[in-house]
């Protein structure tokens, strides 16, 4: 089945704990993205990959890291969380050059207390 | 990206036909409109999309206005699972990687 994959659904972690959020796609997608959703704030790009090795921010990139060694996975990485990250996350993917939506994952509840 | 105007919520009987209105009236002439919805806190599900002609799949219908301003998605024959936030999107054509720019979206209950 063709899906987003994203680990773990539901974290809680304090704050300064170095944590990584899994996101893989099996679909052979060049474009792979993360959102943040808050609510009243809708959902909000932070980095984005157009292939391997090419990542960009998008417009709330800070606090987070990532990285695209591979297609099918492009982790989060929050270096030292802080409680303002707690969120709800998602990856999505989609292929490039091509009319069609994108794939989100089903989201990782981040709880930083 | 064009910003988009949807009312914030809406209701539609089970097994009547849902119409969601979507303004954009700033849209540009290679720019597509995208439905997504969201399920509770589920991930967003791509519905449909289209750039000027009427769209039909298995999910819903994409109506278009003629100047392209605004335009209506239509789930024909609504159930409750269809509850859900739609969000109405402008993009530019594929192969530009650009953002998905998410607004407030609909807010659709269906009520039996």
């Known amino acids: 089945e063709a899906q987003v994959t994203q680990n773990p659904r539901y974290l809680i972690t304090v704050t300064g704990k170095k944590l990584t959020v899994t996101c893989s796609q099996n679909m052979n997608h060049e474009y792979m993205s993360w959102y943040r959703q808050d609510p009243g704030l809708g959902l909000r790009q932070i980095y984005y990959s157009m292939n391997v090795e090419v990542t960009d921010k998008g417009d709330v990139p800070e606090g987070y890291k990532v990285s695209r060694k591979e297609k099918r996975n492009f982790p989060l990485i929050l270096e030292s969380p802080s409680p303002n990250q707690t969120s709800l996350y998602f990856c999505?993917?989609?292929?490039?050059?091509?009319?069609?939506?994108?794939?989100f994952g089903s989201g990782t509840r981040l709880t930083v207390v | 990206d064009a910003k988009t105007t949807q009312p914030p919520s809406m209701d539609c009987a089970e097994g009547r036909a849902a119409n969601l209105p979507c303004n954009h009236s700033?849209?540009?002439?290679?720019?597509?409109v995208y439905w997504y919805r969201q399920i509770h806190s589920q991930g967003p599900q791509y519905i449909i999309h289209g750039l000027k002609n009427n769209e039909t799949n298995e999910m819903a219908s994409l109506i278009i206005t003629e100047d392209r301003k605004s335009s209506t998605l239509i789930l024909p024959h609504a159930t409750l699972r269809d509850t859900a936030v739609y969000y109405c999107i402008v993009r530019p054509p594929p192969g530009t990687a650009s953002k998905l720019t998410f607004g407030t979206g609909t807010r659709l209950q269906v009520t039996l």
């Open positions: 999505a993917s989609s292929l490039l050059g091509r009319v069609g939506g994108y794939t």
């Open positions: 700033t849209i540009s002439g290679n720019e597509y």
